[in-house]
């Protein structure tokens, strides 16, 4: 277990504090370590689990869980694969089954039996399954920027740098690439974007930068590119607790046309479009957190 002390401090001057845990999980190949941050009180019941993106990490939801962590336990897990999380032997295991699995088990290493769930992209998939689910733990879902029909044309988009990262020379050469591969998160400020890119880095073992997410988890996502666009409206209008869902407007993973079917049937949602961003939102200004703490409140 390690205390991380956050730098930036809450509006009574009091440092923010997240304490960085793991939960040993398995696969068909083996064991393996999913690393977790813990911000607010841990004896806090009302408990709001944060899912990052197919190659992404936790620390996305540092601004968004420092916010609300005087009214949750906020629980940010990097997914298997992914931030400090252990990589699988074989990366064909790299899906769905696998990502829920873990999540199950760290829900009961928290010992909760219910939570929110805020989840983008990928992370709002793997909450709109267990959601969807008999008995589900959640009881409100927030998915950002994700539905239950992805077009082919988006998979594809996201299938040309997945896992095909260069190395970097520094730090700016790494942002300076993210910059433009992840140029519809919208317009971040340069501080916003230097978080983004030294918190996905790590050292390669010949002492350059390369992001901090296994390559092999491309290898599966370009298998399943081959079957077309990814329905799952089933899985969907079994959703039965409050949902938000939020797209940037200029997104091309969730179609306007989608968000407003999805409007209309399932959970029915409440819906809400971000002006000047495409995929994803990333919940690094208050406007954007304002949005899902408003709808976790209830109003």
């Not at 730098?7 to 304490?19: D, F, L, N, T, W």
């Not at 140029?183 to 901090?212: C, I, N, V, Y």
């Not at 994803?280 to 409140?297: E, N, S, T």
Request: proline letters at 8%; hydrophobic letters at 40%.
């Amino acid at each position: 277990m390690s205390v991380i002390p956050d730098p930036s401090r809450r509006p009574g001057g009091e440092a923010a504090v997240v304490v960085e845990r793991d939960v040993r999980c398995a696969s068909p190949t083996g064991l393996h370590r999913v690393v977790y941050g813990e911000w607010g009180d841990p004896e806090n019941p009302n408990v709001l689990f944060c899912v990052h993106g197919m190659a992404r990490n936790r620390r996305d939801f540092d601004d968004l869980a420092r916010a609300m962590a005087g009214e949750y336990r906020v629980i940010c897990p990097d997914v298997v694969g992914r931030g400090r999380s252990d990589w699988l032997t074989d990366p064909l295991g790299y899906d769905y089954p696998q990502y829920v699995a873990d999540m199950m088990v760290l829900l009961a290493r928290i010992d909760v039996d219910t939570i929110h769930w805020l989840g983008t992209s990928m992370g709002g998939l793997i909450g709109m399954w267990i959601a969807s689910q008999p008995e589900s733990p959640i009881t409100r879902l927030v998915l950002n920027d994700v539905g239950p029909l992805i077009p082919a044309a988006s998979l594809r988009r996201i299938g040309e740098h997945l896992g095909r990262a260069p190395r970097f020379d520094s730090h700016q050469d790494a942002e300076n690439y993210l910059r433009v591969v992840s140029k519809p998160f919208g317009p971040l400020t340069d501080a916003q974007w230097r978080h983004l890119t030294e918190s996905s880095l790590r050292q390669a073992a010949d002492g350059r930068l390369e992001m901090r997410y296994d390559p092999g988890i491309g290898e599966p996502f370009r298998q399943r590119m081959r079957d077309g666009d990814v329905d799952l409206w089933p899985i969907y209008d079994r959703i039965r607790c409050p949902t938000l869902v939020i797209r940037g407007a200029e997104s091309d993973l969730l179609t306007r046309e989608t968000l407003h079917e999805m409007a209309a049937r399932g959970p029915r949602p409440r819906i809400v479009e971000i002006d000047a961003v495409g995929h994803a939102p990333m919940f690094l200004d208050a406007g954007q957190i304002d949005i899902v703490r408003d709808f976790l409140r209830g109003r």
